[in-house]
C-alpha cells in the first residue's frame, strides 16, 4: 500500500491527521506524534506519513483498536480548580483536570480534550470538547475568540495603565496582541482586574500584569467566547446545549465575531 501524499486533482478525502482529530482521537499534532510513534495503522500497516489522504477511517486502528465513527460535537463548561495541571498525565504525578473530571461528567460522556490550557494555579472555565477540528479552530488565533479573566493583585497600577494595553504590548521580545483591561474595585494596595484578550499566549494574563508592577495573588477566567464559567461550582461540568454548539461552530465556519 502506498502511503505517499496526493496532491493536484488527484487529492480527495482529508488527511488522517484531521479525520482522527475529528473522531475525538486526538489533536492534529498529538495524531502526527502518534504516527511518528508507529501506535496508528491502516489495514494492518503501520502508517509512516501524516500526509496519508483516506476518505473515511474506515480500516484505520490506534494502538491495535479500531476507530469508532466519529460521535456529534459535543462541548462541556468545566470550572477548573486551581492547583490541577491541564493535561492527561503527569510525570511528576502532580493531580490533572482528569482526576476531577472523572467525578463529575456524566456517564454518557465522550472522551474529552481541554481547549487550549489553563495554568496550574489558574481556575475559572476551561472548555472541553470530543471534536478535534472544534477544539483546533476554537484555540486558534485568527479566529479572534475573546477571553476574559479576573485578577486579583497587588502593587500600584492606574486604569490609564490598563488602557494603554489597548495597543498591545512587547514584553522580552514577545508582543502580545491588544487587551481590553479595566480596574474593577481596589482596597488599598490590592485590586481587581478584569481583561479580555484574543490571543492567550503562554501565561499572558501574568506576564502582563507582572510587567506592570504587579504581583497576581488570584487568576480566573469567567469566559471563552459567548461561554462564561456562571454560577459552576468548583470541580464541576455542565454541557452546553446542542442547538448552541451547533450555533457557535456556524459562527466559527462564517468567521463571525463572537
Given at each position: 500500500m502506498s502511503q505517499k501524499p496526493i496532491s493536484g486533482e488527484e487529492r480527495q478525502g482529508d488527511r488522517i491527521a484531521k479525520l482522527l482529530a475529528?473522531?475525538?482521537?486526538?489533536s492534529r499534532r498529538e495524531v502526527e506524534r502518534m504516527i511518528a510513534d508507529r501506535r496508528i495503522a491502516l489495514n494492518g500497516e503501520t502508517l509512516t506519513t501524516p500526509a496519508t489522504i483516506l476518505n473515511n477511517l474506515n480500516g484505520v486502528t490506534v494502538d491495535g483498536k479500531a476507530v469508532a465513527k466519529p460521535e456529534q460535537a459535543r462541548l462541556f463548561r468545566f470550572h477548573k480548580p486551581s492547583g490541577l495541571l491541564t493535561a492527561e498525565r503527569d510525570p511528576k504525578g502532580r493531580a490533572t483536570i482528569y482526576n476531577a473530571l472523572r467525578n463529575a461528567l456524566p456517564r454518557n460522556a465522550p472522551r474529552l480534550m481541554p481547549v487550549g490550557r489553563l495554568d496550574l494555579n489558574t481556575e475559572g472555565l476551561?472548555?472541553?470538547t470530543n471534536d478535534g477540528?472544534?477544539?483546533?479552530?476554537?484555540?486558534?488565533?485568527?479566529?479572534?475568540?475573546?477571553?476574559?479573566?479576573?485578577?486579583?493583585?497587588f502593587g500600584d497600577v492606574s486604569q490609564s495603565d490598563l488602557e494603554s494595553l489597548i495597543e498591545g504590548i512587547t514584553i522580552e521580545g514577545i508582543h502580545y496582541g491588544k487587551i481590553d483591561a479595566n480596574l474593577e474595585r481596589r482596597t488599598g494596595r490590592?485590586?481587581?482586574i478584569e481583561m479580555t484578550l484574543t490571543e492567550g499566549k503562554n501565561r499572558e494574563v501574568r506576564?502582563?500584569?507582572?510587567?506592570?508592577?504587579?504581583?497576581v495573588s488570584r487568576l480566573m477566567r469567567v469566559s471563552y467566547g459567548p461561554?462564561?464559567?456562571?454560577?459552576?461550582?468548583?470541580?464541576?461540568?455542565?454541557?452546553?446545549?446542542?442547538a448552541d454548539v451547533e450555533w457557535f461552530r456556524k459562527q466559527l465556519r462564517q468567521g463571525g465575531k463572537l
Amino acid at each position: 500500500m502506498s502511503q505517499k501524499p496526493i496532491s493536484g486533482e488527484e487529492r480527495q478525502g482529508d488527511r488522517i491527521a484531521k479525520l482522527l482529530a475529528r473522531a475525538g482521537v486526538a489533536s492534529r499534532r498529538e495524531v502526527e506524534r502518534m504516527i511518528a510513534d508507529r501506535r496508528i495503522a491502516l489495514n494492518g500497516e503501520t502508517l509512516t506519513t501524516p500526509a496519508t489522504i483516506l476518505n473515511n477511517l474506515n480500516g484505520v486502528t490506534v494502538d491495535g483498536k479500531a476507530v469508532a465513527k466519529p460521535e456529534q460535537a459535543r462541548l462541556f463548561r468545566f470550572h477548573k480548580p486551581s492547583g490541577l495541571l491541564t493535561a492527561e498525565r503527569d510525570p511528576k504525578g502532580r493531580a490533572t483536570i482528569y482526576n476531577a473530571l472523572r467525578n463529575a461528567l456524566p456517564r454518557n460522556a465522550p472522551r474529552l480534550m481541554p481547549v487550549g490550557r489553563l495554568d496550574l494555579n489558574t481556575e475559572g472555565l476551561l472548555m472541553l470538547t470530543n471534536d478535534g477540528e472544534l477544539k483546533r479552530a476554537m484555540e486558534l488565533p485568527s479566529s479572534e475568540i475573546p477571553r476574559s479573566y479576573r485578577a486579583r493583585t497587588f502593587g500600584d497600577v492606574s486604569q490609564s495603565d490598563l488602557e494603554s494595553l489597548i495597543e498591545g504590548i512587547t514584553i522580552e521580545g514577545i508582543h502580545y496582541g491588544k487587551i481590553d483591561a479595566n480596574l474593577e474595585r481596589r482596597t488599598g494596595r490590592n485590586q481587581w482586574i478584569e481583561m479580555t484578550l484574543t490571543e492567550g499566549k503562554n501565561r499572558e494574563v501574568r506576564r502582563v500584569l507582572e510587567h506592570l508592577g504587579l504581583q497576581v495573588s488570584r487568576l480566573m477566567r469567567v469566559s471563552y467566547g459567548p461561554f462564561e464559567l456562571g454560577d459552576i461550582p468548583r470541580g464541576q461540568v455542565q454541557e452546553v446545549r446542542p442547538a448552541d454548539v451547533e450555533w457557535f461552530r456556524k459562527q466559527l465556519r462564517q468567521g463571525g465575531k463572537l
